[in-house]
Nanobody, 110 residues
């Protein structure tokens, strides 16, 4: 089982990034998927969820700015992040079937 997140980087406040997480080793199309993040010195926290039918749920802190989506043909879940703020700085992780991928660093700074 592998979950490989990518797409992080350094961006200015107000900017955008799109994270991707490619999955292998389990049947992606029947697996609910999650994004979490962990900021320095803080606990890992929930960011977004997408069900197998496309129902989504978001943390209040990113509501209206981030969008989770999935492409079952590509075994990939995405996190489109707009209007980024310095407090969004964290390592972002994808999760599925109770497995965690390696994180991707997102840094929002001027």
């Amino acid at each position: 089982v592998q979950l490989q997140a990518s797409g992080g980087g350094l961006v200015q406040p107000g900017g955008s990034l799109r994270l991707s997480c490619v999955v292998s080793g389990f049947t992606f199309s029947i697996t609910p998927m999650y994004w979490y993040r962990q900021a320095p010195g803080k606990q890992r926290e929930f960011v977004a969820f997408i069900s197998i039918s496309g129902i989504v749920n978001y943390a209040d802190s990113i509501q209206g700015r981030f969008t989770i989506s999935r492409d079952n043909d590509k075994n990939t879940v995405y996190l489109q992040m707009n209007s980024l703020k310095p407090e969004d700085t964290a390592v972002y992780y994808c999760k599925g079937q109770n497995r965690w991928g390696r994180g991707t660093q997102v840094t929002v700074s001027s």
